[in-house]
């Protein structure tokens, strides 16, 4: 269920993502914002979906799976960090480098190392908060209403 959860939480997100911005958001806003949302940091496009396939996948898989979907991508990107070190370039030009919004057009690294992390992430924020609501809505059910005196 793991490996299902995380795949969904990259490639589905990915895939899902560029059906939703083709399919539905560009007749709306136009393809170059679509582009933008999808291509370009912050992606506010993957990021977004991530949250909403997360919270759906919470309906299907009950399990706590999707809450861990981050950490191989962590150590993915952890290891494209330590590999610009080891070229030679400081701390904080690789964080710029891989966390920076002024990357465009060359965001190869970051499309290949951070959007993992940052989608991956956002699915299990969305998991999360479908999680709380469910166990808020079970405690709303399970709490008695308060007898009134008239």
């Given amino acids: ?17 560029k059906v ?11 393809r170059g914002y679509v582009f933008a949302a999808g291509l370009k940091p912050p992606y506010a496009l993957d990021i977004g979906m991530g ?4 919270y759906v996948s919470r ?18 990107l952890a290891a494209g960090i330590v590999l610009w070190l080891q070229a030679g370039f400081h701390i904080g030009d690789s964080l710029r480098h891989f966390f920076g919004l002024d990357c465009y057009p060359l965001c190869q690294d970051q499309y290949e190392r951070t959007v993992p992390l940052y989608t991956t992430v956002a699915y299990a924020i969305g998991s999360l908060a479908q999680q709380r609501r469910k166990r808020f809505n079970e405690a709303d059910a399970t709490s008695e209403p308060s007898a009134e005196k008239t």
Wanted: charged content about 5%; glycine content about 10%; proline content about 6%.
């Fill in 59 to 76: 309906f299907r898989w009950r399990g706590s799976h999707a809450l861990w979907v981050w950490i191989p991508p962590a150590i993915y």
């Fill in 1 to 17: 269920m793991y490996c299902l959860n995380l795949i969904a939480a990259t490639a589905g997100v990915w895939f899902c993502a």
């Fill in 20 to 30: 939703f911005g083709d399919v539905v958001l560009a007749p709306i806003v136009g």
């Fill in 51 to 54: 949250i909403f396939l997360g």
